[in-house]
């Protein structure tokens, strides 16, 4: 497609539960980020990967949080033993270089609700 | 580690009439700022952005906005606003060197657009 795919659009699950979110990225983008965003708040930096590598993981909140890019372009987000405050809306995105700073291109997320 | 911050969680304007929305930031070094714009249900759309050269920078749909590096601001502005511009609209802050893969967002000011 021609933007950044992210699925599912929703997920409602019961805490305790695993889940994982998967980015697809724009056709040809090496980089792709994964970010946080709670209700009346900003995007909050996660993760991200240059081709399968992931560069940074500073933003993981703790280890139950992973993220992998094996081929280094569709990606998943796992969440182990989901908690109440795990739900926000997971946001994906992507650019087409590495090596320095450059707009991202996000999609339209997945909004993750734990019961 | 740089920081954001949009001082007006909430704007209120005309349509018709201009506006301008604040942002400032904290980084050591030369900033690479943007302008990031999320409609209800959708993606963060990139409105325009800062790297270097002329301190004003025109976007897409009218928008600009000025880099003043004595104030640590970036302020986005629109002559005339247009009842569509309704919205929520996040500055955003990039580093260079290790992690320039990280942007560092504001909490958001949301926009509405009375008729």
């Known amino acids: 497609g021609a933007g950044v795919s992210q699925s599912p659009r929703y997920k409602v699950t019961k805490r305790g539960q695993d889940v994982a979110l998967r980015c697809d990225p724009i056709s040809g983008h090496v980089s792709l980020y994964w970010y946080r965003q709670a209700l009346g708040q900003g995007p909050e930096f996660l993760t991200y990967?240059?081709?399968?590598?992931?560069?940074?993981k500073s933003g993981l909140p703790n280890d139950r949080f992973s993220a992998e890019r094996p081929e280094g372009s569709i990606s998943t987000l796992t969440i182990q033993r989901t908690e109440q405050r795990d739900s926000a809306m997971y946001r994906c995105a992507s650019s087409p270089l590495v090596g320095r700073v450059e707009p991202q291109h996000f999609g339209d997320g997945t909004r993750l609700s734990i019961l | 580690a740089q920081s954001v911050t949009q001082p007006d969680i909430h704007i209120t304007v005309s349509e018709g009439a201009s506006l301008e929305l604040r942002c400032n930031y904290s980084?050591?070094?030369?900033?690479?700022l943007f302008w990031y714009v999320q409609s209800p249900g959708q993606g963060l759309q990139l409105l325009l952005k800062?790297?270097?050269?002329?301190?004003l920078v025109q976007g897409i749909k009218g928008f600009e906005a000025e880099f003043k590096r004595s104030q640590s601001s970036f302020n986005l502005r629109k002559p005339s606003v247009h009842w569509s511009d309704a919205a929520e609209y996040f500055c955003?802050?990039?580093?260079?060197?290790?992690?320039?893969?990280?942007?560092?967002f504001g909490q958001g000011t949301i926009l509405t657009v009375h008729p």
């Open positions: 990967f240059n081709y399968e590598a992931q560069q940074d």
């Open positions: 800062y790297f270097s050269g002329d301190t």
């Open positions: 980084y050591g070094a030369t900033p690479y």
């Open positions: 955003a802050v990039g580093a260079g060197g290790t992690s320039y893969g990280k942007l560092t």
